[in-house]
């Protein structure tokens, strides 16, 4: 049987790892956002995209 101790330290190693692959994973989704923005702002040679995705998330420029 486990005792308290090693239950808190697997809950607290299993709360820490879940943190960090929800931080890198967040990452992961911000890069490649911002990747599609560079590469459509390249492709239309102007800032257009970048306006039009900072009106989008935030409502006004």
């Known amino acids: 049987m486990i005792d308290a101790a090693g239950f808190a330290l ?4 299993s709360l820490c ?3 960090i692959v ?3 994973i967040a990452h992961i989704h911000y890069c490649r956002m911002l990747i599609t923005l560079a590469r459509r702002s390249v492709a239309s040679g102007s800032l257009a995209p970048i306006f039009a995705e900072l009106e989008r998330l ?3 420029l």
């Not at 697997?10 to 190693?13: H, S």
Request: proline share 0%; hydrophobic share 55%.
């Open 58 to 60: 935030t409502g006004s």
């Open 22 to 24: 929800s931080f890198q």
């Open 17 to 19: 790892f879940g943190l």
């Open 10 to 13: 697997i809950a607290v190693v």
